[in-house]
Nanobody, 123 residues
Framework: QVQLVESGGGLVQAGSSLTLSCAAS????????MGWFRQAPGKDRDFVAT????????AYADSVKGRITISRDNAKNMVYLQMNSLKPEDTAVYYC????????????????WGQGTQVTVSS
């Protein structure tokens, strides 16, 4: 079956950097767009970043533009989220998701989800 497993979360200080990883299995990874979403306590799951099947196109939420970079390695079935200049408001559970076909910034269009990894940014 399809599995998406996130890793790399943790507790960091404001201004720090963190890289999240997502390992995909059970699907033809190279035909799926991948996305990262996050959910803070009591809030909706929000779009963070997405990348198309080849890695040639990316899109970001306005709140993270310039600080976060999404990338993928189709040979390893991996997608990454490099986060720099972290802020306390970045604190959330971060989820990796897969969507067949074109990328999209909308969570309900994604079919497969990981279990999430917690990122906590202290001030």
């Amino acid at each position: 079956q399809v599995q998406l497993v996130e890793s790399g979360g943790g507790l960091v200080q404001a201004g720090s950097s963190l890289t999240l990883s997502c390992a995909a299995s059970g699907l033809t990874f190279s035909v799926y767009a991948m996305g990262w979403f996050r959910q803070a306590p009591g809030k909706d799951r929000d779009f963070v970043a997405t990348i198309n099947w080849s890695g040639s196109n990316t899109a970001y939420a306005d709140s993270v533009k310039g600080r976060i970079t999404i990338s993928r390695d189709n040979a390893k079935n991996m997608v990454y989220l490099q986060m720099n200049s972290l802020k306390p408001e970045d604190t959330a559970v971060y989820y990796c998701a897969a969507k067949y076909g074109a990328w999209a910034p909308t969570n309900y269009l994604y079919t497969y989800w990981g279990q999430g990894t917690q990122v906590t940014v202290s001030s």
